[in-house]
């Protein structure tokens, strides 16, 4: 199972959050490609072999989508293996900007597309042939959660998980089959401002 850890932290905030040497073994989202110093750190990692996913925003197609290219084409100057495409919609009418940003990254180099709409979502976004997270939100409602809607491999993003319930949130996840996500006793309202406070919550069993 890949560990996915959207990174939102400034670095100039928690410069010790972006040490090459702690997040190996990670795939890291980044944002910000119009700031030097995200520039820097996403280099740095690059160096090191750490694989880094650029942030986009699709806000559930509320942004217009000449807002949404140009912020994936921001990334085809960076050394970032692909692009995270946040806020996802899900309706099927919806589809079609998705597709198009999806095309932008693929024919920008950006290979890898993770779509987080962090909910189960229409069959049609299946055809994109993309990494889907089906599911993000707290310890409790992934608990609640039946599965309906997932498919193996899917991602999996579980914040507020308390630290002596880690081993079975884990295990759940991989239970669930899920191909890649995260773990973390961190919470609302800012569950990835930097590493999980226990390092092992970036190791789901699996």
């Given at each position: 199972m890949t560990v996915l850890l959207p990174l939102y932290v400034h670095p100039a905030v928690a410069p010790a959050a972006w040490e090459p040497d702690r997040l190996r073994g990670t795939t890291v989202?980044?944002?910000g490609h119009d700031d030097p110093a995200y520039r820097r750190v996403t280099a740095r990692l690059?160096?090191?072999?750490?694989?880094?996913?650029?942030?986009?925003?699709?806000?559930?197609?509320?942004?217009?989508?000449?807002?949404?290219?140009?912020?994936?084409?921001?990334?085809?100057?960076?050394?970032?293996?692909?692009?995270?495409?946040?806020?996802?919609?899900?309706a099927p009418s919806a589809v079609g900007?998705?597709?198009?940003?999806?095309?932008?990254?693929?024919?920008?180099?950006?290979?890898?597309?993770?779509?987080?709409?962090?909910?189960?979502?229409?069959?049609?976004?299946?055809?994109?042939?993309?990494?889907?997270?089906?599911?993000e939100g707290g310890w409790p409602d992934y608990q609640r959660w039946t599965g309906a809607g997932g498919e193996l491999g899917d991602g999996h993003l579980v914040y507020s998980v308390p630290p002596a319930q880690l081993?079975?949130?884990?295990?759940?996840?991989?239970?669930?089959?899920?191909?890649?996500?995260?773990?973390t006793d961190r919470g609302l309202p800012h569950p990835y401002g930097g590493l999980p406070s226990r390092l092992d919550t970036l190791t789901p069993a699996g």
């Open positions: 989202v980044v944002d690059a160096a090191a072999g750490v694989p880094v996913l650029g942030y986009v925003d699709l806000a559930r197609a509320t942004r217009p989508l000449a807002d949404v290219l140009d912020d994936v084409e921001g990334w085809t100057g960076h050394p970032v293996g692909g692009v995270f495409l946040d806020r996802a919609p899900t900007p998705v597709a198009l940003a999806v095309r932008a990254a693929r024919r920008g180099g950006l290979s890898e597309v993770v779509l987080n709409p962090g909910t189960p979502t229409d069959p049609l976004y299946r055809r994109l042939d993309v990494g889907i997270c089906t599911f081993p079975a949130a884990r295990r759940l996840m991989t239970w669930r089959g899920a191909g890649f996500g995260l773990v």
